[in-house]
């Protein structure tokens, strides 16, 4: 005699899904708001001023204004001198039958030299007069700003849990069976 043993194996089944894990982020920010340093600077500029008016006029040479005041002035003296000068002229040869002509040809001709006089000074006397005047300088300060405002940032978590089902899809079995011939127990 002999057996026959069928088995049949369990199975077991398992469904699962994964764990999530959602993330939201708001990232941090940083507003700042900077006004500019600003110096406003006003300069002005430093002078040196030289008067040499005396020492022109003391060689001689003088201001524009001075200098048309003299030229005028000299201008109406040497017209004068030269009417009294044409007087006398005329007068002279008014009278030339009266006196020798070669005393008068002699007055003509030594009459422009009698009266010049020549003065040399080329080194002044009188030193120049030399004022400095100082420059200034304005500085204006605006000092700047600088604002800042944080904003944090945040995660904001979700977890989504993971499922794990398990469940039997198989049943175990075993089957047991005689094969061959059959036992005779009453013999």
């Given at each position: ?6 088995q ?5 089944g ?8 959602k993330?939201q ?9 900077e006004?500019m ?43 004068l ?10 007068d002279?040869?008014?009278?030339i ?6 005393s ?8 422009p ?9 080329r080194i ?6 030399v ?8 500085m ?10 944080p ?32 036992v005779?127990?009453?013999?």
């Open positions: 005699m002999a057996l026959k043993i069928d049949t194996w369990a199975q077991i398992l469904k699962s899904s994964l764990p999530q894990l993330l982020i708001r990232e941090p920010q940083l507003k700042i708001k006004t340093v600003e110096v406003q600077i006003k300069q002005q500029d430093a002078s040196v001023q030289c008067d040499s008016t005396e020492c022109r006029a003391e060689m001689g040479l003088r201001t524009p204004l001075a200098f048309s005041r003299y030229l005028a002035q000299k201008g109406w003296q040497d017209s001198a030269y009417i009294g000068q044409e007087a006398r002229t005329g002279m040869m008014a009278r039958d009266k006196h020798n002509i070669s008068v040809m002699s007055y003509l001709g030594s009459e030299f009698a009266n010049q006089q020549f003065n040399f000074a002044p006397k009188s030193p120049v007069t004022e400095v005047i100082p420059g200034e300088l304005q204006n300060w605006q000092m700047g700003d600088l604002q800042v405002q904003r944090y940032g945040d995660v904001t978590t979700n977890l989504v849990r993971g499922d794990v089902n398990i469940f039997l899809r198989q049943q175990a079995s075993i089957d047991i069976e005689f094969v061959g011939q059959k005779d127990i009453s013999s």
